[in-house]
């Protein structure tokens, strides 16, 4: 019990820390100082955090371009993640990558992906290396619904399943993909039941409570650490804003968003850890010291140079 | 005339020609209850129903390939790609299929079918999403490539798209689908391979396309005051090509700068420049130079976006250098 506190008030603070950072960089959006696309996560935290919580160090992570918060619960600093964002050379990807480009290597997330599935085979060739060098590495794929329309998903899928690699294939089903709702998108309503076909296990389950999200993942993790088998979960998510900060989202209604938000992870997360004798004065503590963090990482962005006209090239070639 | 913008000019045109014909219908991402991501098929939902107006999952290769199918047995579809950097998934369907059926079977079928979309850098958008695609596709036989740099050419072009018995890709611009321009009444259709003189002069010939067109007016009027008086001539259309338009000019002026968008390695600007320097050898005066964007991929930082692409600045510099050769 003492242990799943420590937790829960642990991935508590990632999870406020991914929503006060998402809602400083819609604001430094609006003001012009981040530009291009600008996906944002909020909403979905319970997903990534209790996923990523099941991991080790020499795992890997791969997602979409909507990586703020694989990024930051990985280790990223928040400055690195807002340089990013800022496009600064003290950024996470030196200013060349922004919003959905996030890479650290250093922490072993392999990127954010612009392209709709395009990520997945790559995800998969993280933990082909793992089986190959034999290291019980693990990879954890990270994708929208609209993902699994997408060629590449399924050759990913085939393949992981065909050469039993250590991958979790995770759906973040958040019901829409930009405006499109899943009637309109997918044949089957569960994600998962893709797995049927090539043979892989899988699972499914909404993510509004974090813990559950981890021990979920963590059996899936399990079994690619110790059996070298993927699975396929969907993992049932909304996000509170539009698909990125151009989109108005007019296809759907205040009041399913405002339902939607009842099951909001960090809210639960509260919820339980007050259950477990988590004082006011103990979460305060945890949110004016998230605020400060993402005060001090945007001013380190404002701050922070930009890159030389050098790295248009520098970079193209090892 | 009327003034209408662009991506207005573009939706006229389609709806024109569904009206006129049966067979016709769009298909692409967010096209129908969005609006279009760039709003360019709004009200086309509303208007045509769902029938002829088709919301597809994310499946570019699917449903490009779906559509050159239905083109083979008698529909003509136009395609669209959310931008042309996502065409990438479905290049195969265009390159093994679209552009090969009517070889390939000895000419019993053809692929009267219109592929469009964004191309090209928009704003900040980086690396995988700010490709200028025409570079890749103007070099395959059994396509046609129309880039639309104005409002009339917008709607002219679409048309002759759409009637048109092969398939047509048309590379519109995300930066361009605000201009305003006048666009002629009645039912003009574009001709394939026919560039346009858009502003004459007498020492140096300026041949481009899409977008890059602007940048390329803005730095002859800057060169107009004092400067070398600069040809400006558009392309249109890149498969085929009107070479001859600029071997025209280049007899005239002597010297030649060609600017576009994407990479220089290769592509419809050094085919230009092939041909120029062949049919034209003894009327120039200076090599022939390009003002290209930069042989990288793009950075996010704004900064360096702007840098890696032409801008007037960059052409002023190449007509600079072309003059004093
Ligand atoms: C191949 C491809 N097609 C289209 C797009 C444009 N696009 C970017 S995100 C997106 C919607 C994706 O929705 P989903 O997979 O559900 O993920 P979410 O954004 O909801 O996290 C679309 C259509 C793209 N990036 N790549």
Same mark, same amino acid.
């Given at each position: 019990?003492?242990?799943?506190?420590?937790?829960?008030?642990?991935?508590?603070?990632?999870?406020?820390?991914?929503?006060?950072?998402?809602?400083?960089?819609?604001?430094?959006?609006?003001?012009?100082?981040?530009?291009?696309?600008?996906?944002?996560?909020?909403?979905?935290?319970?997903?990534?955090?209790?996923?990523?919580?099941?991991?080790?160090?020499?795992?890997?992570?791969?997602?979409?371009?909507?990586?703020?918060?694989?990024?930051?619960?990985?280790?990223?600093?928040?400055?690195?993640?807002?340089?990013?964002?800022?496009?600064?050379?003290?950024?996470?990807?030196?200013?060349?990558?922004?919003?959905?480009?996030?890479?650290?290597?250093?922490?072993?997330?392999?990127?954010?992906?612009?392209?709709?599935?395009?990520?997945?085979?790559?995800?998969?060739?993280?933990?082909?290396?793992?089986?190959?060098?034999?290291?019980?590495?693990?990879?954890?794929?990270?994708?929208?619904?609209?993902?699994?329309?997408?060629?590449?998903?399924?050759?990913?899928?085939?393949?992981?399943?065909?050469?039993?690699?250590?991958?979790?294939?995770?759906?973040?089903?958040?019901?829409?993909?930009?405006?499109?709702?899943?009637?309109?998108?997918?044949?089957?309503?569960?994600?998962?039941?893709?797995?049927?076909?090539?043979?892989?296990?899988?699972?499914?389950?909404?993510?509004?409570?974090?813990?559950?999200?981890?021990?979920?993942?963590?059996?899936?993790?399990?079994?690619?650490?110790?059996?070298?088998?993927?699975?396929?979960?969907?993992?049932?998510?909304?996000?509170?804003?539009?698909?990125?900060?151009?989109?108005?989202?007019?296809?759907?209604?205040?009041?399913?968003?405002?339902?939607?938000?009842?099951?909001?992870?960090?809210?639960?997360?509260?919820?339980?850890?007050?259950?477990?004798?988590?004082?006011?004065?103990?979460?305060?503590?945890?949110?004016?010291?998230?605020?400060?963090?993402?005060?001090?990482?945007?001013?380190?962005?404002?701050?922070?140079?930009?890159?030389?006209?050098?790295?248009?090239?520098?970079?193209?070639?090892? | 005339?009327?003034?209408?913008?662009?991506?207005?000019?573009?939706?006229?045109?389609?709806?024109?020609?569904?009206?006129?014909?049966?067979?016709?219908?769009?298909?692409?991402?967010?096209?129908?209850?969005?609006?279009?991501?760039?709003?360019?098929?709004?009200?086309?939902?509303?208007?045509?129903?769902?029938?002829?107006?088709?919301?597809?999952?994310?499946?570019?290769?699917?449903?490009?390939?779906?559509?050159?199918?239905?083109?083979?047995?008698?529909?003509?579809?136009?395609?669209?790609?959310?931008?042309?950097?996502?065409?990438?998934?479905?290049?195969?369907?265009?390159?093994?299929?679209?552009?090969?059926?009517?070889?390939?079977?000895?000419?019993?079928?053809?692929?009267?079918?219109?592929?469009?979309?964004?191309?090209?850098?928009?704003?900040?958008?980086?690396?995988?999403?700010?490709?200028?695609?025409?570079?890749?596709?103007?070099?395959?036989?059994?396509?046609?490539?129309?880039?639309?740099?104005?409002?009339?050419?917008?709607?002219?072009?679409?048309?002759?798209?759409?009637?048109?018995?092969?398939?047509?890709?048309?590379?519109?611009?995300?930066?361009?689908?605000?201009?305003?321009?006048?666009?002629?009444?009645?039912?003009?259709?574009?001709?394939?391979?026919?560039?346009?003189?858009?502003?004459?002069?007498?020492?140096?010939?300026?041949?481009?396309?899409?977008?890059?067109?602007?940048?390329?007016?803005?730095?002859? #009027?800057?060169?107009?005051? =004092? !400067? $070398?008086?600069? /040809?400006?001539? *558009?392309?249109?259309?890149?498969?085929?090509? &009107?070479?001859?338009?600029?071997?025209?000019?280049?007899?005239?002026?002597?010297?030649?700068?060609?600017?576009? #968008?994407?990479?220089?390695? =290769? !592509? $419809?600007?050094? /085919?230009?420049? *092939?041909?120029?320097?062949?049919?034209?050898? &003894?009327?120039?005066?200076?090599?022939?130079?390009?003002?290209?964007?930069?042989?990288?991929?793009?950075?996010?930082?704004?900064?360096?976006?702007?840098?890696?692409?032409?801008?007037?600045?960059?052409?002023?510099?190449?007509?600079?250098?072309?003059?004093?050769?």
């Amino acid at each position: 019990m003492q242990d799943d506190r420590e937790l829960l008030l642990g991935l508590y603070r990632q999870m406020v820390l991914i929503r006060r950072f998402e809602e400083a960089s819609a604001k430094a959006y609006s003001q012009g100082k981040i530009g291009g696309f600008l996906h944002l996560y909020i909403g979905q935290e319970g997903c990534a955090v209790g996923a990523l919580a099941a991991l080790e160090a020499k795992d890997y992570v791969v997602t979409t371009y909507r990586d703020h918060a694989q990024a930051l619960i990985r280790g990223t600093s928040a400055r690195a993640c807002m340089a990013e964002l800022f496009g600064k050379v003290t950024g996470c990807s030196k200013g060349l990558g922004g919003s959905m480009h996030f890479f650290d290597a250093d922490n072993h997330m392999l990127g954010g992906y612009g392209i709709v599935g395009g990520h997945v085979p790559i995800a998969a060739g993280a933990a082909f290396a793992s089986k190959y060098r034999g290291d019980g590495g693990v990879a954890v794929c990270f994708f929208g619904e609209g993902s699994a329309t997408i060629g590449a998903f399924s050759e990913a899928l085939a393949l992981a399943a065909l050469w039993k690699l250590p991958i979790v294939f995770i759906c973040e089903n958040n019901e829409y993909s930009m405006g499109t709702p899943l009637s309109r998108s997918l044949s089957v309503a569960d994600v998962s039941q893709k797995a049927l076909a090539v043979g892989m296990e899988r699972d499914a389950f909404s993510c509004g409570d974090v813990l559950a999200v981890r021990d979920r993942v963590a059996v899936a993790v399990k079994r690619a650490r110790e059996q070298s088998l993927p699975t396929l979960i969907e993992a049932r998510t909304y996000r509170y804003r539009g698909h990125s900060m151009s989109d108005p989202g007019k296809y759907r209604t205040p009041d399913e968003i405002e339902e939607r938000k009842k099951s909001d992870p960090i809210l639960n997360a509260e919820t339980q850890l007050r259950a477990m004798g988590v004082s006011d004065a103990e979460l305060e503590k945890i949110n004016a010291s998230v605020e400060a963090e993402v005060e001090d990482c945007v001013r380190f962005a404002e701050e922070s140079a930009e890159p030389d006209e050098s790295l248009i090239e520098a970079f193209n070639y090892a | 005339m009327r003034e209408l913008r662009y991506r207005e000019a573009l939706r006229e045109a389609m709806a024109e020609e569904m009206e006129r014909d049966e067979r016709v219908f769009i298909m692409g991402e967010e096209v129908g209850h969005y609006q279009g991501a760039y709003k360019v098929t709004e009200g086309l939902l509303a208007r045509f129903g769902e029938r002829r107006v088709i919301d597809t999952p994310i499946a570019e290769e699917g449903f490009a390939g779906i559509a050159i199918g239905a083109a083979m047995v008698g529909l003509r579809p136009i395609v669209e790609f959310m931008t042309w950097n996502f065409s990438a998934v479905a290049f195969d369907q265009i390159l093994s299929n679209a552009a090969k059926l009517r070889q390939m079977s000895g000419g019993q079928f053809k692929v009267p079918i219109v592929f469009r979309g964004p191309n090209g850098a928009a704003k900040q958008t980086a690396s995988q999403h700010s490709h200028a695609m025409e570079t890749f596709y103007a070099q395959i036989p059994g396509v046609k490539v129309f880039m639309p740099a104005t409002v009339a050419d917008a709607k002219a072009m679409m048309k002759a798209a759409i009637r048109d018995d092969n398939p047509v890709l048309i590379f519109e611009d995300e930066r361009l689908y605000g201009l305003k321009g006048e666009v002629p009444d009645g039912d003009v259709v574009a001709e394939f391979g026919v560039s346009q003189v858009r502003r004459e002069g007498e020492d140096v010939t300026i041949a481009t396309w899409g977008k890059m067109l602007w940048q390329c007016l803005d730095a002859a #009027e800057q060169l107009a005051k =004092g !400067g $070398p008086s600069c /040809e400006v001539i *558009d392309l249109r259309s890149l498969r085929p090509m &009107d070479h001859e338009t600029v071997v025209r000019s280049v007899r005239k002026t002597g010297r030649l700068v060609v600017v576009h #968008e994407t990479w220089p390695y =290769g !592509g $419809p600007g050094a /085919e230009l420049v *092939d041909r120029v320097q062949r049919e034209a050898f &003894d009327a120039l005066d200076a090599p022939v130079l390009r003002c290209t964007g930069r042989d990288a991929s793009m950075a996010y930082n704004k900064k360096l976006e702007d840098l890696t692409i032409p801008d007037a600045k960059t052409v002023l510099a190449a007509v600079r250098a072309v003059m004093s050769y």
